[in-house]
């Protein structure tokens, strides 16, 4: 393994798994079975393969590692993209809740008091440690899973072309 | 003296890919019914699960399953994906060999949800449940069958790589 191409495998992964993440509309290829994230650990894997002249197998290890790397860089990526959207256009996500509430069929009266709660919360930062916290267990998970799925066919590749 | 229980190296990575996916669907069953209690704490832990996991899925309420009224935290096709997956890896917990398909045999499982997707998106017809949950169930063998693969096969060539920038001396 070479940690320099790791890692900047996983910034550029971590970049396209970001913005398939954060930029609204974009996110939506994420409805089709979390995509755009699995699709940030395909192209890093894909770059790291490319940096190489005499390509060979990958190793489970290696996809793992650049599956897992390029999780982490997206999730602090995907964040400053959130604080951007922000800043531009303030909480977009707290209307899409109240969307899905109201086409609920049983909304407890509980839950109008969460909503609250939770505007006064993303006035004192506490979301952000949310959605960091979130990132991070989400998009390694996601991006691991898409740099082993795209590690077959390399592999399979490299077996029909040797 | 004590008994080992002897697990091939494949088997071992379909028990953890289980017990993962396992753990990833009860939270998905489990929010609604914890919505659906009175105590505010765990309609507080339904909340947080719904937004843990808004990223995967659209969460849209009318395309999703109900338990006790409440949604599942992700839509049917999302759901029949970890279903699917659940499926395979149930599947070859008792196979004690595993094979890559031919390329053919993935497009062809995979297609339908692909297909049905984009033509729900480019609203064709909408809603029809039960093809959702079936192509989705499709897809999610065909990509958990891939994971299992990938993570299986450890086949390695110690062949040294060689840097695009060649060194000079």
Not at chain 1, 10 to 37: D, H, Q, T, Y
Not at chain 1, 87 to 102: A, K, P, Q, V
Request: aromatic content about 16%.
């Amino acid at each position: 393994m070479d940690n320099q191409r790791i890692i900047a495998a996983g910034f550029v992964g971590g970049l396209v798994a970001a913005a398939m993440n954060s930029i609204p509309i974009l996110n939506f290829i994420n409805c089709f079975c979390c995509a755009g994230i699995m699709l940030g650990g395909a192209v890093a894997l894909v770059y790291y393969d490319r940096s190489f002249t005499v390509r060979e197998y990958i190793n489970p290890a290696t996809a793992i590692t650049i599956g897992i790397t390029t999780g982490l860089f997206g999730a602090f990526i995907s964040l400053g993209i959130d604080y951007m959207i922000y800043l531009n256009f303030g909480h977009w996500e707290i209307e899409f809740m109240y969307d899905i509430l109201e086409a609920m069929e049983e909304v407890p009266s509980a839950l109008e008091e969460m909503i609250y709660e939770l505007e006064q919360e993303l006035e004192g930062g506490f979301i952000w440690g949310s959605i960091l916290f979130r990132n991070l267990l989400l998009m390694p998970l996601f991006c691991l899973i898409g740099a082993l799925i795209i590690r077959v066919f390399i592999n399979k590749n490299r077996e029909e072309s040797i | 003296m004590k008994s080992r229980i002897f697990l091939s190296f494949h088997k071992k990575v379909t028990l953890i890919t289980f017990i993962g996916l396992s753990l990833w669907i009860a939270g998905i069953v489990i929010t609604p019914i914890l919505a659906n209690r009175e105590e505010i704490f765990f309609q507080k832990i339904a909340s947080f699960m719904h937004f843990f996991y808004q990223p995967v899925c659209h969460q849209i309420a009318n395309r999703s399953f109900l338990i006790d009224g409440f949604t599942m935290t992700v839509c049917v096709r999302c759901f029949a994906f970890y279903f699917g997956g659940l499926f395979i890896t149930i599947f070859y917990l008792f196979k004690d060999k595993m094979q890559m398909w031919s390329i053919s045999t993935y497009i062809l499982l995979a297609l339908p949800a692909l297909f049905d997707f984009l033509i729900e998106k480019f609203r064709l017809y909408s809603n029809i449940t039960e093809l959702r949950f079936l192509t989705g169930l499709l897809f999610g063998a065909v990509l958990f069958h891939l994971l299992l693969v990938s993570l299986s096969t450890k086949k390695v060539k110690p062949v040294l790589h060689h840097s695009k920038t060649p060194k000079t001396q």
